[in-house]
């Protein structure tokens, strides 16, 4: 789910066929979280007023906490596992994850 939460952070006012072609998932997976979701009240849906059939999702202010929480985790995880090499090569490690996230964000 922190990965559909990512996706909405990341291209907010998305529709489930936009998460899910951003994220790599089917729909179906994608369908199955944003109902959790929803039903936890992490997410809005609603419906597109140019298009009846297509669904607008959003972060609500729990979902936005909850993302910003989950993300720390993560962060503090990988410093315990890149903290070890030296900071020259983390430089161009993060770089490196700097242009793929920005590749897979133009999308």
């Known amino acids: ?3 559909i939460l990512l996706g909405l952070k990341c291209k907010e006012s998305s529709s489930q066929t936009e998460i899910a072609d951003f994220l790599y ?7 199955r979280h944003i109902t ?3 039903k936890g009240k992490y ?3 609603k419906e597109d007023p140019n298009n009846r059939r297509k669904h607008i999702l959003g972060l609500t202010p729990k979902g936005l906490k909850a993302f910003t929480s989950a993300h720390k ?3 503090d995880e990988l410093k315990d596992i890149f903290g070890p090499i030296p900071k020259k090569d983390r430089a161009l490690i993060g770089e490196a994850f700097e242009r793929v996230l920005a ?5």
């Open 43 to 45: 997410l809005t849906r």
């Open 73 to 75: 985790i993560i962060e």
């Open 36 to 38: 959790a979701l929803e």
């Open 1 to 3: 789910q922190f990965l």
């Open 103 to 107: 590749k897979l964000l133009k999308k």
């Open 25 to 31: 998932l089917t729909e179906a997976t994608v369908s």
